[in-house]
């Protein structure tokens, strides 16, 4: 039995969000200071992927309050890129359709969560073009590399990682400044600041090293919870029409489980 065009619709959606996801997942773990391109791939990534998945959610509530009907353009277009307001709209679902097949539906959103959401809301709606506003004189906006590093990196920091080890970056810094005495370095951090020590340019790349896992746990962890909804949603679709509605569940499989499986897995464009 071939498969119904809203079911194409829907899995080519879902997979093609998938890819993003995956995409920025495994960017936002590798940026740091020396390949700053790759912060901008990752949001960019990150910020369509769950854009697209937030809206599927959208779709599926609008078929379930209007008679199995599915919303005309203008009905997600007021939601734009703006990913905050997505967040606040799907969030209300857990509530209004009594979800609660996962423990991790009922998971308060964290600060970091909460700024992640900011800086790749700021990103989809304007921060992109930040470099380029400059340079044209249009009026400046954030620094969404900047934001991150503030925000989030140095956030994660302070929470996971302990006075010990900081000493032990520190240490192991001032030991390979001593050895590469003579290099010369020319690199700018996430902020701004200038890197050029050998002492700096390695306490960069140790305090990236000691995060990086955390960071990418902290998006995980916000998709997770987007997943989880439309999936939910999903089932609800299927007990009026069961030909419609892919398992969302088998394209999104690695994002719902926990949190040690999230931040241990290395490549989410494979299963």
């Known amino acids: ?37 790759m912060y901008f791939q990752a949001f960019n990534s990150l910020s369509i992927g769950l854009e697209r998945i937030g809206k599927l959610c959208l779709i599926l509530d609008f078929y379930l309050k209007n008679n199995n009907k599915f919303p005309e353009k203008q009905h997600l277009k007021k939601y734009g890129h703006k990913l905050v ?53 249009t009026t400046q ?32 810094a001032y030991i390979y400044s001593e050895i590469y005495f003579n290099s010369v370095v020319l690199f700018s951090s996430e902020d701004g600041k200038s890197i050029n020590t050998f002492k700096d340019m390695s306490l960069g790349m140790g305090n990236f090293q000691a995060i990086s896992e955390y960071r990418k746990l ?22 009026f029409n069961n030909t419609d509605f892919p ?12 949190d040690k499986f999230l931040k241990g897995k290395k490549d989410y464009l494979k299963l």
């Open 1 to 37: 039995m071939d498969s119904s065009p809203t079911f194409l619709a829907l899995q080519t959606e879902a997979l093609f969000t998938n890819q993003l996801l995956g995409s920025g997942i495994n960017q936002i773990r590798k940026a740091n200071y020396g390949n700053k391109g």
């Open 247 to 258: 398992f969302f569940k088998k394209i999104f499989i690695l994002y719902i489980n926990n």
């Open 85 to 137: 307001e997505i967040n606040k709209k799907i969030d209300s679902f857990i509530i209004e359709y009594n979800l609660k097949s996962s423990l991790y539906l009922n998971e308060i959103q964290t600060p970091i969560e909460k700024n992640i959401l900011n800086i790749l809301d700021d990103f989809a709606m304007g921060d992109r073009y930040s470099n380029i506003d400059h340079l044209t004189n």
């Open 141 to 172: 906006k954030n620094d969404p590399i900047s934001n991150w590093c503030i925000n989030i990196d140095d956030n994660l920091f302070k929470i996971y990682i302990s006075k010990d080890k900081q000493e032990k970056l520190a240490t192991l």
């Open 218 to 239: 902290y998006v995980l962890k916000i998709i997770r919870r987007w997943v989880l909804i439309l999936i939910e949603l999903s089932n609800q679709c299927r007990q």
